[in-house]
């Protein structure tokens, strides 16, 4: 086990400190959203709406390695952002921060998670496919800049 693996992350809820080396990393991530600082603020009010769970995985010296961003609409959420920084993807940091999230999803009385991804996400599809999703849709031309479609996917918690 490398000292990158996940084992040496913790996850934990996202905090405002979090926000500006949040947007750093997904602004690396081709795949990520790449969302104003209004966006991630809403995501960490308890009064907006919708009500999101946001959280971060981060290590020793508390470097954001991960984050995980979904809005809840019980009995369902959607996952609206998860991403890993390039040095550590491939560590099971990605599986740490997913499984963290269900497990408060499934607290918020949420059993469904629905998402969309870019039909040229492959590694991303991967994921999703390996931790049980499936494909429920197709949106042609969901995406812009590059013009993508999106694949709709979903998951029922057990």
Partial sequence: ??????????????????IGPTMALASTLKDAPHWPQSVYDAALDPSSTPRRIAIVAVNEVSEIAGFAIASLLPPQAELESIGVRANFQRQGIGTKLLSHLIDELKAAAVSEILLE????????NAFYLVHGFRQIGLRPRYYTEPEDDAILMSVTLG
């Fill in 1 to 18: 086990m490398s000292a990158n693996s996940a084992a040496f992350f913790t996850v934990r809820k996202m905090v405002a400190a979090d």
């Fill in 117 to 124: 991804v870019r039909t040229s996400n492959h590694t991303g």
